[in-house]
């Protein structure tokens, strides 16, 4: 197996993951939403002193009021002020096949967001939320020269966890690799954990505060080795579309203009992630109205809304799409969160879907999974 199969990026599944909702810091209480801490104090004659540096603690706390989670059409991921006009960096696959986004900030308070850039082939995506205008971002590390062992941490919502935060070093530099349909090149290589949701979060140094990249894939969900893309490698782009946002989006899934098949779905994933979303909003009559005539055959809706009753939200990882001569293949790995009389576990499976027509609609025809170990 090549290690570009063992990568995978960070964008939850539609439904993303559970989400807790923890109760706003009372630290923010009578302070604007992503204020900029003071970095410099006046003496009694008032000159300005040099600023103290900043605690690891304080770090963390200036870093998650400018660190949101954002929720598309096909997921969750997180993402970062990094203007003053309101934008945030984030993800493509974070917002692939999204105009607009649920954003949503450490103190709960949900905005909607417009995609006004998006890459084709680089993993970086701009969200323009206007109601942040003004608003303080991170700062930029943008002439910043890693070293294999710099200290780093690593914020945004993994599993819908939302504001965490893991510490790491950089633990490698350079690395390149595929992930269809992106190219990372020169990537910093991470020891910090992120998983499913990290995409788009910030990579900050841990004793300056400043934005080193965005994280955005992991070897596997176990090896604990992230990558993160340099800002220095994104930032003149994002810059671009904050300055002239996209008119028309691209279909980055697909890798051309926005277009779908007349039925709502723009290729086969769709109907995968539709088949997932209605699962974990309870939706059993519409997850079961997505599959073919031959799989309803074999199993009746009572059965088959029985066999989920006990299972929670489920994430998804990347869809994959292999088109064939009759239909597509589409495959993905989830994890489940699964309720036993023991308690609730968490397990991962590879899922593989036969995804076709059926009478003029797009249906999914066959499906196996098995477990990850």
Same mark, same amino acid.
């Given at each position: 197996?090549?290690?570009?199969?063992?990568?995978?990026?960070?964008?939850?599944?539609?439904?993303?993951?559970?989400?807790?909702?923890?109760?706003?810091?009372?630290?923010?209480?009578?302070?604007?939403?992503?204020?900029?801490?003071?970095?410099?104090?006046?003496?009694?004659?008032?000159?300005?002193?040099?600023?103290?540096?900043?605690? /690891?603690?304080?770090? !963390?706390?200036?870093?998650?009021?400018?660190? $949101?989670?954002?929720?598309?059409?096909?997921?969750?991921?997180?993402?970062?002020?990094?203007?003053?006009?309101?934008?945030?960096?984030?993800?493509?696959?974070?917002?692939?096949?999204?105009?607009? $986004?649920?954003?949503?900030?450490?103190?709960?308070?949900?905005?909607?967001?417009?995609?006004?850039?998006?890459?084709?082939?680089?993993?970086?995506?701009?969200? /323009?939320?206007?109601?942040?205008?003004?608003? #303080?971002?991170?700062?930029?590390?943008?002439? %910043?020269?890693?070293?294999?062992?710099?200290?780093?941490?690593?914020?945004?919502?993994?599993?819908?966890?939302?504001?965490?935060?893991?510490?790491?070093?950089?633990?490698?530099?350079?690395? &390149?690799?595929? !992930?269809?349909?992106?190219?990372? &090149?020169?990537?910093?290589? !991470?020891?910090?954990?992120?998983?499913?949701?990290?995409?788009?979060?910030?990579?900050?140094?841990?004793?300056?505060?400043?934005?080193?990249? !965005?994280?955005?894939?992991?070897?596997?969900?176990?090896?604990?080795?992230?990558? &993160?893309?340099?800002?220095?490698?994104?930032?003149?782009?994002? /810059?671009?579309?904050?300055?002239?946002?996209?008119?028309?989006?691209?279909?980055?899934?697909?890798?051309?203009?926005?277009?779908?098949?007349?039925?709502? %779905?723009?290729? #086969?994933?769709?109907?995968?992630?539709?088949?997932?979303?209605?699962?974990?909003?309870?939706?059993?009559?519409?997850?079961?109205?997505?599959?073919?005539?031959?799989?309803?055959?074999?199993?009746? %809706?009572?059965?088959? /809304?029985?066999?989920?009753?006990?299972?929670?939200?489920?994430?998804?990882?990347?869809?994959?799409?292999?088109?064939?001569?009759?239909?597509?293949?589409?495959?993905?790995?989830?994890?489940?969160?699964?309720?036993?009389?023991?308690?609730? $576990?968490?397990?991962?499976?590879?899922?593989?879907?036969?995804?076709?027509?059926?009478?003029?609609?797009?249906?999914?025809?066959?499906?196996?999974?098995?477990?990850?170990?």
């Amino acid at each position: 197996m090549s290690a570009a199969a063992c990568l995978i990026i960070l964008g939850s599944g539609t439904a993303g993951a559970y989400l807790i909702h923890q109760s706003a810091e009372s630290s923010l209480d009578g302070q604007p939403l992503l204020a900029a801490a003071k970095t410099s104090a006046q003496d009694d004659k008032g000159a300005v002193k040099a600023a103290a540096p900043k605690t /690891r603690k304080a770090i !963390i706390e200036d870093s998650q009021k400018r660190v $949101v989670t954002i929720e598309s059409g096909d997921g969750l991921g997180s993402g970062f002020l990094y203007n003053k006009q309101g934008d945030l960096l984030t993800n493509a696959h974070v917002v692939s096949g999204s105009r607009e $986004v649920t954003v949503r900030t450490l103190n709960h308070k949900e905005y909607k967001g417009q995609v006004i850039g998006i890459g084709t082939e680089t993993d970086v995506a701009v969200v /323009r939320v206007p109601e942040l205008k003004e608003l #303080e971002p991170l700062p930029l590390a943008e002439g %910043y020269k890693a070293e294999a062992g710099d200290e780093i941490l690593a914020l945004g919502s993994p599993l819908g966890l939302e504001n965490t935060v893991t510490t790491g070093i950089i633990s490698g530099l350079n690395r &390149s690799f595929d !992930i269809d349909p992106y190219t990372y &090149s020169n990537l910093y290589q !991470i020891s910090a954990p992120i998983t499913h949701g990290n995409s788009g979060g910030p990579l900050v140094n841990a004793e300056t505060g400043e934005v080193l990249g !965005i994280n955005s894939a992991a070897a596997t969900e176990e090896s604990g080795i992230g990558f &993160s893309i340099p800002i220095s490698s994104i930032i003149a782009q994002a /810059r671009e579309w904050s300055a002239q946002p996209m008119s028309k989006l691209p279909d980055v899934s697909a890798g051309g203009e926005d277009d779908d098949g007349g039925d709502g %779905y723009a290729d #086969e994933r769709d109907i995968v992630a539709y088949f997932y979303e209605s699962l974990n909003t309870g939706d059993y009559v519409s997850a079961y109205s997505l599959l073919g005539s031959e799989w309803q055959g074999k199993i009746s %809706y009572e059965d088959f /809304r029985s066999g989920y009753l006990k299972t929670g939200y489920i994430t998804l990882g990347t869809l994959s799409l292999k088109k064939l001569e009759d239909g597509a293949q589409v495959t993905v790995d989830i994890t489940a969160e699964e309720r036993k009389d023991s308690g609730t $576990v968490y397990q991962s499976y590879s899922m593989n879907y036969s995804v076709g027509y059926e009478n003029g609609e797009l249906k999914i025809l066959h499906g196996k999974g098995e477990k990850i170990k």
